[in-house]
Every structure is written in C-alpha cells, then in structure tokens.
C-alpha cells in the first residue's frame, strides 16, 4: 500500500511540473503582451481622429453622416487578422485558456478606449450647446457605461430623460440577403420614469445628448469580436 501511495504522489508531482503555472508574474507579462498587441490597433485606427463634427438643426445635433464616416473607416484601418494572430500566438505559447485570455482582451480594450474628444473635432462658438448624436454607428463603438446618466434630447432640442445603455439585436437581411445583421440601439429612462426604446432602427440624428457631459467620457472602443474571432 505504501509503495502505491507513493508511486500515486510521484505521478502528481510529475503531473504538476508539466502543467503550466499562472503565477502573478505570468499574469502580469500575459497582460503586457495583451496590452501590447490591443495599443497597436488603436494606434491604427486614430490615424483616422480626430473628425470634425458639424452641426444642423435648431437644436444644434451632430450630424450621423460625420458619425458614421469617421468611426467606421477608424475600424476598417484596424489590422485585425494579424492582432488576431498575435494574440492566438499568446494563447498557445502560455497555454491559457480562450476564457481567461478573452477576458484580459476586453479589460485591455476597455482601458484604452479614446474619449470623445480624442474622435470628435467640434469647432462651434459655443460648444456646449452641441449635441452628440446617439446614432447607430456611435452607439456600436460605445464603451459600456459611458453615457449612463447623461440626459437625452430629440433633434428638437426637447429633453425625453436620461440615458441607460446600449444594446444590440438581430435584424432580418430581407429577401435579397439570406442572413441577418446586428444593430444598436439605446433605452432611456423618460420624465415619467418609465424605460424607453427609440422604435426606428436607423437612429440617424434623431437623439442626443449634450456635448458638454460626453466629450471627457470614454467614446470609442474597439470591439472584441475580430480579435477573438480568429481563433
């Protein structure tokens, strides 16, 4: 019995030495190489940054059209397949699991998001009076949290209540594409204090917050899914 418990223990041991430890110390460098790897695609995109972003209407709203000519091409001149590479490279080489890697990803992606005013250039007399428009495009590279709080208005200029989140949801392609597509929207909690969902699907510059309360706060994030999407 003694001779196979200790041949049980040997085995353990040897077991322990070939699988892989996660001390502080590999975290930390498995952080930095993520880091590494997740600045140098925001590096690409700001080469786009900052946009102007011009205004019309009574109210004074952002124009979509600036929005989406901006954030789009921003993503687009993002080297995704090679960072993807990178980072599976990480994966292998460390011997982490895609959760636990996947969860440094979105930390580092979260933490370098650009504010606002790293994206939008806006050059009005008054600046506070602008309002930044929630359209589709803005509300698909917002960082969780980042408007919550802040008050919403319509392009009238006419306060509807406050911001809550985004989110996305399917939409159906039509006859002409087999597949469908996501969009964003928003939900905003209105005067009443009920929970409200713009019911149009293209947000456009239909809504806005004020300039003022967004242009320090977190405005542009890479999303996660072509870097992990890769693997």
């Given at each position: ?10 085995f353990l041991?040897?077991?322990?030495l070939?699988?892989p ?10 952080k930095?190489?993520v880091?590494?790897i997740v600045?140098r695609?925001?590096?690409e ?6 946009c102007r ?6 109210a004074k709203m ?5 929005v989406?000519?901006c954030?789009?091409?921003?993503h ?7 960072h993807?590479a990178?980072?599976r ?8 699991s895609?959760?636990?890697?996947t969860a ?9 998001a650009?504010?606002?005013d790293?994206v ?9 009076e ?6 589709n495009s ?14 919403v208005?319509d392009?009238?200029g006419?306060?509807l ?5 985004p ?7 039509g006859?002409?594409i087999l597949?469908?597509?996501r969009?964003v929207?928003?939900q905003y ?5 009920n929970?409200?969902?713009?019911s149009?699907a293209?947000l456009l510059?239909?809504?806005g917050?004020p300039?003022r309360d967004a242009w ?5 994030r890479?999303?996660?899914n072509?870097l992990l999407?890769w693997?």
């Amino acid at each position: 019995m003694k001779v196979l418990l200790k041949s049980i223990l040997f085995f353990l041991m040897c077991l322990g030495l070939a699988l892989p430890v996660f001390g502080q110390n590999n975290r930390d460098e498995i952080k930095k190489k993520v880091d590494a790897i997740v600045s140098r695609a925001y590096e690409e995109a700001v080469v786009v940054f900052p946009c102007r972003l011009k205004i019309s209407g009574k109210a004074k709203m952002g124009r979509w059209k600036d929005v989406e000519n901006c954030v789009n091409p921003a993503h687009d001149e993002v080297d995704w397949e090679s960072h993807a590479a990178a980072l599976r490279k990480i994966r292998e080489d460390e011997r982490i699991s895609r959760e636990d890697l996947t969860a440094v990803v979105e930390a580092a992606l979260a933490e370098q998001a650009l504010s606002f005013d790293k994206v939008f250039l806006v050059k009005e007399k008054n600046p506070n009076e602008v309002l930044l428009p929630l359209s589709n495009s803005l509300l698909k590279f917002l960082p969780e949290n980042s408007l919550t709080g802040l008050t919403v208005y319509d392009k009238k200029g006419e306060l509807l209540g406050v911001f809550v989140s985004p989110y996305s949801f399917e939409r159906s392609g039509g006859l002409e594409i087999l597949s469908g597509y996501r969009m964003v929207n928003f939900q905003y909690t209105d005067l009443n204090g009920n929970t409200q969902t713009p019911s149009a699907a293209f947000l456009l510059d239909s809504f806005g917050v004020p300039w003022r309360d967004a242009w320090h706060k977190p405005g542009f994030r890479l999303p996660s899914n072509k870097l992990l999407g890769w693997w």
